[in-house]
Structures are given as C-alpha cells and as structure tokens.
Nanobody, 129 residues
Framework: QVQLVESGGGLVQAGGSLRLSCATSGFTLDEYAIGWFRQAPGKEREGVSWISSLDGNTYYGDSVKGRFTISRDNAKNTVYLQMNNLKPEDTAVYYC??????????????????????WGKGTLVTVSS
C-alpha cells in the first residue's frame, strides 16, 4: 500500500535552514505527483510545494517562493523540501502528500487539499524568533 513518511522537522532559529524528507513506498515517483502542505495551529492546511511526476515541473506557494526548493530522488523514492531563510510564520506541521497532478492543481483552485488521496503523518517545524 502507499506509504509516506516525513522526517527532518525540528526547532530552528529564524534565518536558519531545514531539509525535510518524504520517504515513499507502494508506488514509484513517476506515478504520482508529490507535494508538501503545512498546517499551523488554528489555520487551514496550506499548499507549500509540489513536483510533477511527468516532467519534474514544480509549484511553490507565494509565501515560500525563493526560500524553499523541492526535489526528488527517484532511485530512493524520496522527495525533499529544502527550507532556507526560515521565518517564525513557517512554523507548522508539514505533511507530504501524493496523488495525480490534477489533484494538486485543483487544491490551489479550490483552496482545499481534501481531495488528495495519500498523506503522511506530518513532521513539526518550529521556527523561533
């Protein structure tokens, strides 16, 4: 079955960096788009970034453009999110997700991620000021 396991979260000072990993199993990275969402306390789940399974095209939310980079290692079935210049407002639980690319695109158009099928359990990122 499809499994997504996030790691790499932790506590970092503002301006610092973290790299999140999403180890996948039950499918290959050329089958599904893979993305990252985050949810801060009291807020809706927000799309952060995703990468297409077909051509490697990427998407970034406006709040992370220029600071975060998504990448994938097909041989390891792992997707990474490099987060630089972290800000206190980046504090959230970060979730890895997988599904058809159209579901990710629709999550932006509909402002909801509820139609995306596969999710990890999340990893907490805390950025102190």
């Amino acid at each position: 079955q499809v499994q997504l396991v996030e790691s790499g979260g932790g506590l970092v000072q503002a301006g610092g960096s973290l790299r999140l990993s999403c180890a996948t199993s039950g499918f290959t990275l050329d089958e599904y788009a893979i993305g990252w969402f985050r949810q801060a306390p009291g807020k809706e789940r927000e799309g952060v970034s995703w990468i297409s399974s077909l051509d490697g095209n990427t998407y970034y939310g406006d709040s992370v453009k220029g600071r975060f980079t998504i990448s994938r290692d097909n041989a390891k079935n792992t997707v990474y999110l490099q987060m630089n210049n972290l800000k206190p407002e980046d504090t959230a639980v970060y979730y890895c997700a997988a599904d058809a690319l159209a579901k990710f695109i629709n999550s932006v158009l509909s402002n909801t991620a509820r139609d995306i099928a596969y999710w990890g359990k999340g990893t907490l990122v805390t950025v102190s000021s």
